[in-house]
């Protein structure tokens, strides 16, 4: 059974920047494919990058330019680098890998 631990929200002013981390444990994730998800207050929940088994990243348009998925094997963890943050980037931030969910982290960005 895989779980996932993410960490790294808090609370940062429009243009400040955050790091998330997503601690992987119950497999290696060298061969999985590990997504971010966020979801805003009253939407649905919304992809926002990729990182695939052979290291090619994919990220959503809105997010492109400004963030950075990566990953160390050493450590089984899974980073999403949040630059530039808009008050729009404001939810909960989740891990996810197949059925398997992380219990999220708040990033909340103040104008």
């Known amino acids: 059974q895989v779980q996932l631990v993410e960490s790294g929200g808090g609370l940062v002013q429009a243009g400040g920047s955050l790091r998330l981390s997503c601690v992987v444990s119950?497999?290696?994730?060298?061969?999985?494919?590990i997504d971010w998800y966020r979801q805003a207050p009253g939407k649905q929940r919304e992809f926002v990058a990729r990182i695939r088994s052979y290291g090619v990243a994919?990220?959503?348009?809105?997010v492109t330019g400004r963030f950075t998925i990566s990953r160390d094997n050493a450590k089984n963890t899974v980073y999403l680098q949040l630059n530039r943050l808009k008050p729009e980037d404001t939810g909960v931030y989740y891990c996810?890998?197949?059925?398997?969910w992380g219990q999220g982290t708040q990033v909340t960005v103040s104008s």
């Open positions: 996810n890998y197949a059925d398997s």
């Open positions: 119950g497999s290696f994730i060298g061969v999985m494919n």
